[in-house]
């Protein structure tokens, strides 16, 4: 019988333990392939999900699918302005219902119109009704837990005035802070009044948003590693040990090791990391569950969200062809070796 060497058998192996476990799983048959492109990334889906934790009440559940109705048919990009709309029309919708009075769907859009509209020279007037609301409705600063819930973190990422502005230098002693700068929902509530200005009634009727349910997403893999242009670097614990769990809730991700040792991490982005299991199972980024993969690649923070891994390392992509999988690794880093002799 012929031997089967170190390294084709060590691959065969993945592939095998692989497809075993997608079988077994039921990945891909319960979970429809999905065509993923630039768009998908910043899709209407998507961003619901990173509002939508399992600890969100029912009102702003309804929030958020009413405000995405409002802005289905808007084109979503890959920059920060839809998400930002989004959010922002979502917390408003919130404040304006959170009591039970009324539903989203009931709210006026001349209300919502009158509410946004404000000097794009100031800071927008729903700040302190926001703020108000989200701390009667228990969804503020938790000061006994020194936590800030799920949708507080939102409203806050929404509303910073600081944001970009302050690195370490701008927080020495002896150097004058930057004085605050326009906050994300001032551009965004500029746009929202434009098209509620002459949105037209029938048009609420007839949109509909996607489909999002609140809930989280948790990965179980052996292998789950940050992928940047020219490295690719196991995920790891505080403590160093190696990360086989990962979770996202909303708008938060954290990891987990073997020891149960559970953190945030800089570069893992609950979106980055919805992206990273659209491809590797075809689901659409929006899917919840648990899922256990053979591997988990998240493209870092350092390139685009939309960035197919594959493509973007050094190690995972090929001159001669566009792709080549983990078949092609080893000789990829022998000819980055050979190059820098």
């Not at 889906?45 to 699918?65: F, G, N, R």
């Not at 020495?172 to 700068?181: L, M, R, S, T, Y």
């Amino acid at each position: 019988m012929r031997q089967m060497p170190v390294r084709e058998e060590f691959v065969s192996g993945i592939r095998l333990r692989s497809q075993r476990l997608l079988g077994r799983m039921g990945v891909m048959p319960d979970n429809p392939m999905v065509k993923l492109d630039g768009q998908s990334a910043y899709g209407l889906d998507l961003e619901m999900s990173l509002l939508l934790p399992s600890s969100a009440p029912a009102p702003w559940c309804a929030a958020v699918h009413e405000a995405a109705c409002f802005l289905a048919d808007r084109p979503w990009e890959g920059d920060s302005r839809a998400s930002v709309d989004l959010t922002t029309l979502s917390l408003l919708l919130f404040a304006r219902t959170y009591a039970g009075d009324r539903v989203p769907r009931d709210v006026p859009v001349a209300e919502l119109y009158e509410a946004l509209d404000s000097p794009m020279d100031q800071e927008p007037r729903i700040v302190d009704e926001i703020d108000r609301a989200l701390a009667e409705a228990g969804q503020g600063y938790d000061p006994a837990a020194m936590r800030s819930t799920p949708l507080w973190s939102i409203f806050n990422a929404a509303r910073d005035r600081y944001a970009g502005r302050l690195g370490g230098s701008a927080l020495a002693d002896d150097v004058e802070p930057p004085a605050p700068g326009p906050s994300p929902m001032r551009a965004a509530a500029g746009r929202l009044a434009q098209l509620l200005a002459d949105y037209p009634a029938e048009a609420r009727e007839q949109t509909t948003a996607p489909q999002v349910a609140p809930g989280p997403l948790v990965i179980e893999s052996d292998r789950i590693q940050i992928v940047t242009a020219g490295s690719i670097m196991p995920l790891r614990c505080l403590q160093n040990d190696p990360v086989r769990t990962v979770r996202v809730d909303g708008p938060e991700a954290t990891k987990e090791c073997d020891e149960g040792h559970i953190s945030a991490h800089w570069s893992l982005e609950a979106a980055r990391v919805r992206m990273a299991v659209a491809r590797a199972t075809g689901a659409r980024p929006s899917v919840q569950g648990r899922f256990e993969l053979q591997e988990l690649l998240i493209v870092s923070t350092d390139l685009p969200r939309h960035s197919d891994p594959r493509q973007a390392n050094v190690f995972l992509r090929g001159p001669e062809h566009p792709v080549v999988g983990r078949d092609g690794v080893f000789e990829q880093i022998g000819r980055v070796i050979d190059g820098r002799r």
